[in-house]
């Protein structure tokens, strides 16, 4: 195949201030909606014990969504036959998932006009057929043409596996 190293990487770096900027968006989003219920609604609870849920509800949907890597770069390497995915974390921002061609898999959901540019699909990345990493065509920080182009050459790389 190609004796060359492909990367994609995402403009703005995904951080751990992107976690904490959502958890804020959510719990004035969730307060803020909780006001104005309040103010539509016969209360039956007190506005400050209403408010303790909605925070409390806020950090749980927050833990889940920390929870998610965040995904910061792509790459293929041809040379050493790898899949190279580069995330962050709440905790940490370095993380790589190193996946070689022969042990990698795909599994792709695509809508029927899958060759559209804008057709929207999620790919699991699999190694020895276990689903290890979720991307999809809207990753943030990459384009649509970068997702697609990735896309395509993981196929393939997972073909060149085979051989």
Known sequence: MNNQIITFTAEPLATRWTYLKTALILLVVGEVMNVFAQMGLVQKLELKYS??????????????????????SLTIDY?????VVGFATVTKTGNTLEIPFARLGVDTDAPTDADSPDAKWRTHLL????????????????TAA??????????ECKEAGKN
């Open 127 to 142: 190694l020895d057929g276990k689903k290890v990493y979720l991307l999809l065509s809207s990753e943030s920080g990459f």
């Open 51 to 72: 408010s303790v849920i909605v925070a409390v509800l806020t950090l749980l949907i927050s833990y889940f969504l920390s929870r998610s890597p965040l995904t910061k």
């Open 146 to 155: 970068q997702m697609n182009e990735f896309n395509e050459r993981v196929k």
């Open 79 to 83: 040379v050493k036959r790898l899949v």
